[in-house]
T-cell receptor
Framework: AQKVTQAQTEISVVEKEDVTLDCVYETRDTTYYLFWYKQPPSGELVFLIRRNSFDEQNEISGRYSWNFQKSTSSFNFTITASQVVDSAVYFCALSEDETSYDKVIFGPGTSLSVIP | DTAVSQTPKYLVTQMGNDKSIKCEQNLGHDTMYWYKQDSKKFLKIMFSYNNKELIINETVPNRFSPKSPDKAHLNLHINSLELGDSAVYFC????????????FGDGTRLSIL
């Protein structure tokens, strides 16, 4: 069965520190997709990134970077030089390609607080 | 130019009442979803529709009935509201396919008195 674990419930960092949010997933499919979403205090959910199971290349977008490792079933998210605007709940999510009817399983979320 | 819009944003009502939440998307997506987010921020899929057809129904009580008049709309009607229904309900949409990111509405905060 699909499962997504985000072991860190809450993280606090001081502005300009780097922070890594962990995500570990379980799936039996060989083709699957991983996502990160951000939910700021205002409440909306914003898509950040998608990764395919067959593409392990890490990705960097500005201060954000993602490390996908199939060997450890992890898809971690690092924010470099954190800012107060990064304060949010971050969700890692998984969907499988085979008969999942586009169902996405969300992890429990990690609440990040960036202190000025 | 709102992409996924849901109304109302807030809904406060008494136990036992019936209420509806509306959702519309103008992104041309084929698939729409309803999620429930509880007080601990857990996000759980409730329903999914693809081209007006129900494809996911995650053991949600019968009191919850989604209706999709066309692929741009997915409304949620809730009968006989209970205290445990208090949550934030999110509508989302995407193109068809497990690899497609979902676009979310701003959520409807339902509070049962």
């Amino acid at each position: 069965a699909q499962k997504v674990t985000q072991a860190q419930t809450e993280i606090s960092v001081v502005e300009k520190e780097d922070v890594t949010l962990d995500c570990v997933y379980e799936t039996r499919d060989t083709t699957y997709y991983l996502f990160w979403y951000k939910q700021p205090p205002s409440g909306e959910l914003v898509f950040l990134i998608r990764r395919n199971s067959f593409d392990e290349q890490n990705e960097i977008s500005g201060r954000y970077s993602w490390n996908f490792q199939k060997s450890t079933s992890s898809f971690n998210f690092t924010i470099t030089a954190s800012q107060v605007v990064d304060s949010a709940v971050y969700f890692c999510a998984l969907s499988e390609d085979e008969t999942s009817y586009d169902k996405v399983i969300f992890g429990p979320g990690t609440s990040l607080s960036v202190i000025p | 130019d709102t992409a996924v819009s849901q109304t109302p944003k807030y809904l406060v009502t008494q136990m036992g009442n019936d209420k509806s939440i509306k959702c519309e998307q103008n992104l041309g997506h084929d698939t729409m979803y309803w999620y429930k987010q509880d007080s601990k921020k857990f996000l759980k899929i409730m329903f999914s529709y693809n081209n007006k057809e129900l494809i996911i129904n995650e053991t949600v009580p019968n009191r919850f009935s989604p209706k999709s008049p066309d692929k741009a709309h997915l409304n949620l009607h809730i009968n006989s509201l209970e205290l445990g229904d208090s949550a934030v309900y999110f509508c989302a949409s995407s193109h068809t396919g497990a690899n497609q990111p979902q676009h979310f509405g701003d959520g409807t905060r339902l509070s049962i008195l």
